[in-house]
Every structure is written in C-alpha cells, then in structure tokens.
C-alpha cells in the first residue's frame, strides 16, 4: 500500500483520482490518496464526484507545483511515499526534486517541456537518474496512453510475438467528435504545441525532420472506425523506443485529424496566435499561445459533447524465428462510456487510467526499481493484465503484409 499524492486537478487528473480510488477499494493499493492543485475548488470538485461515485474520501490540498518548498511541505505532511505529476510538463522536474528531497517515489504522463522552447526530449529527466537509484527511489516517465500504454504494448509484442522489432508505427486515432469548431482534447497549450512542432522520425540510427503536419497517410483502423487520414508528428516516446527496442529501423509516430481541426490551426498559426514567445500588447506581455488557450473551451468540458471512440496502437513489423512477422495491438475506447463512468471523455480516460496503474505498479514493487525508467523498460505482463481490468481492453493481431 501508498500513499499516494495526485498533483493536478485537470482532464487527466479527474480520471486519475477516480481509477486510484478504485483500485484503492478494489485491490488495497493505495492507502490516503491527497489530490493537490493550483485551483482548490477543482479538487473539491473531483473529491467530491469521487465520493458520490464510489465512497471514497480523498483529501486535497492547494499547492503551486513549481515551488519545492511548498511541495516538499506537503509531501511531508500527507506521508506520499509516491507523487503522481498530471499537472503541466512545466512542473516535471519541481517535483522530481521534491521527490529527491522528500524519499517519495515519482511519476508522470508527459516528459518535461521549458516554458521558452516547445522541445520534447527526456535528456533533462534522464540525467535525474543517478540521484534517483542513490537514493533508492522509482521514477517511471510517460505512464499516460501515448507515450505509455504505446510503449507497453511494443514491450509487450517483443516479449511474446517477435525476436526483434525492425518497423514501428504508433498510430493514435481519435473518431470521437464534440460538436465545436476548434477544441482540444487535453491543455490547449500543451496540445497546440506538440502539433505544430516539427515532425521527426527515427530512421537507420538518425533522426529526420519534417515540416509540421506535411506528411500523412490513410488508415484503416479496425472495429468500424474505418479509413481516417493520419499525420506524421514527433512524440516523445519514439526517443526511448529508438533506445530500448532491438533491432529497430524506423519509428514513427502518426495521429488523426479532423480538417476543420487542420484549418483552423494553420490559420491561427498564420495569424501568429500559436507563438510561444512573449509579444508587447498595450504595455503589457502576452504570450499568444497562453491567451488562445484561455479562449479555447476547458478540455474537461467536453466531456458531455463528446461522442465516437479513440483508437490508439502500435503496427510492428519484425522477425520470429528468422520468418518477417506483422502484429497491431491496440485499444478502443468510446467517449460516452468514459463519461457515464467517471464523467470524462476518452482522451482523458485513457491517459488517466494508465497513469493509476502505473502508480499501482509502483505501489506493489511490480515495478519498482531505483533508478529513472521508461515504461518499455519494465515486464509489460502485470500492467497488461490490469489495462482488462480498469477500463482499457487490448487487442492484438496478426496482419497480412499487404495491409
Ligand atoms: P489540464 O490543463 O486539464 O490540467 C492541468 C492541471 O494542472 C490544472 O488543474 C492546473 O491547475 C494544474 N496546474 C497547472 N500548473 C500548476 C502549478 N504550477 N501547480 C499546481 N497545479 C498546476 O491538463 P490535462 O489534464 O489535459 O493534462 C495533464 C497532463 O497530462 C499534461 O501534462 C498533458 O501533457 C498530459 N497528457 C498526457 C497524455 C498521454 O497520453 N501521455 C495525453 C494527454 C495529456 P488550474 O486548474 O489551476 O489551471
């Protein structure tokens, strides 16, 4: 058992609190379970759809993630022995070294960003590592669904169907529709920036670079969700991969988008409100992007309008037994049903749920080792078994090379 410190009361960390108050019930993983955020009233919000849904009492508490002191404050007086980070990326390594300082085990769903540059790289969080295993501590990055299950399902496939992966392609479908014109499924600004960073791929041991969402491909995802036009992004789980897998030749990484979602990104991008950088505005600095997600709805709130389902896998092509084989293990999951559960769409669903077991795992020593790890690098058996469990039911199948 944990105690366990959720930090951030948004999309993901309302799923968070409800599938950790589950398992809590459930199976005994976790013991106190404190929700903390900037906001207060978004944690008593969660608590208290917590309780009516399940009976479960969660403690909140208000704290600024990118002050140590206040952390470490908390952390010390709620006795976590592990914080799962769902606030911003921004706040990553504020935590990571509250954690360091407060003997608490860490985790988190998205690999820390600088507020200046919109750079995805796991360099400032890996080099954490050393200080991590001296102090006996787990902290295990990107336990949401991309990157997360993504990894886990690749771990997986190179445990049990093939000796080596030479073609990786991680394809995340979203079929889901909310009925407005421009909305993003999780933080505005952490979405606007990933998507309109520059693609990049890993190919014969390099790295190569396309312009933003210049490349795409028809897919024709299974369970009649049928062809959806997919894009070539970056996504910071390919780095690990390229790292962890055996064999690899090419990794990329692929995801859909509506044409209304496409065009109104290019405009706003051409009218300069997707800038990142701080720009005069009567005397005062703005930085544009922060403005546009301040007049975008709150991704929480599309949770009523959202109807569809996701689709998210992995395509692995590689060798068993000398022989060329194909697999694609994926999951579905239908935004209505999320929100009759836990009252969230499925974009916050499925990076909450994998967040709990990760943290699950971390709580009963199946996946606890000093040291900063990436999830491919643990047994993929026990999280799979418990993505059945809490809501996210895998498949995996052979595929015919023509397809
Ligand atoms: P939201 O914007 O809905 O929620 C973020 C929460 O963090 C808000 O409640 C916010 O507080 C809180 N927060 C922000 N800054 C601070 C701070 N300094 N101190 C304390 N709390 C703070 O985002 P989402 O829930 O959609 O996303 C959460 C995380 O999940 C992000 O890092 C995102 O990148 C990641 N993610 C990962 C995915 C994956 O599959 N791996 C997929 C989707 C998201 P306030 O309410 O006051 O604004």
């Known amino acids: 058992m944990a105690n366990l410190l959720i930090i951030g009361a948004g999309g993901v960390g309302s799923v968070v609190s409800h599938k950790c108050a589950q398992a809590a019930k459930e199976s005994g993983a976790f013991d106190k379970i404190v ?191 049928g062809k959806k036009k997919c894009y070539l992004m970056y996504h910071e789980e390919l780095e690990s991969l390229a790292l962890h897998l055996p064999g690899l030749v090419r990794a990329r990484f692929w995801m859909t988008f509506s044409d209304s979602y496409i065009n109104h990104l290019k405009v706003l991008g051409n009218v300069g409100m997707t800038r990142i950088d701080p720009v005069k505005f009567h005397g005062q600095e703005i930085v544009p992007i922060q403005f546009l997600a301040a007049l975008l709805p709150d991704p929480a709130s599309l949770g009523p309008l959202t109807k569809g389902r996701t689709c998210i896998g992995d395509r692995l092509e590689g060798l068993k037994d000398g022989s060329k084989k194909i697999f694609y293990i994926y999951n579905i999951c ?38 900063v790890w990436n999830m491919e690098q643990f047994d993929p058996d026990p999280f799979m078994h418990d993505l059945n469990i809490y809501g996210l039911p895998w498949k995996c199948v052979a595929v015919d090379e023509k397809n």
């Open 35 to 225: 929700l903390a955020s900037r906001t207060l009233a978004r944690c008593r919000a969660i608590a208290g759809s917590v309780k009516e849904r399940l009976g479960v009492d969660l403690e909140i508490a208000e704290v600024d993630a990118e002050n140590v002191p206040q952390l470490c404050e908390l952390i010390r007086r709620a006795k976590s022995d592990l914080v799962c980070n769902v606030a911003l990326p921004y706040q990553d390594l504020h935590i990571m070294d509250a954690c360091l300082e407060c003997g608490a085990n860490y985790l988190d769903t998205a690999n820390y960003e600088p507020l200046d540059t919109a750079k995805f790289e796991y360099k400032w969080q890996w080099a954490y590592d050393d200080r991590f295993r001296e102090a006996g501590l787990t902290a295990l990055l990107g336990s949401g669904f991309d990157p997360g299950v993504t990894n886990v399902f690749a771990a997986w496939v190179v445990k049990h169907e093939l000796d080596e992966v030479n073609v990786l392609d991680i394809i995340d479908c979203n079929a889901g529709n909310h009925g407005q014109a421009f909305a993003t499924n999780f933080n505005p600004e952490i979405n606007i920036r990933e998507v309109t960073a520059r693609g990049r791929y890993w190919e014969h041991g390099q790295w190569v670079e396309t312009d933003p969402l210049s490349w795409s491909m028809d897919y024709d995802f299974p369970d009649g969700i």
């Open 334 to 371: 239908d935004h209505e049903a999320c929100y009759r559960e836990v009252g969230s769409q499925a974009i916050s669903y499925t990076t909450g749920v994998p967040a709990m077991i990760g943290a699950k795992m971390i709580a009963e020593g199946k996946w606890k080792k000093p040291g």
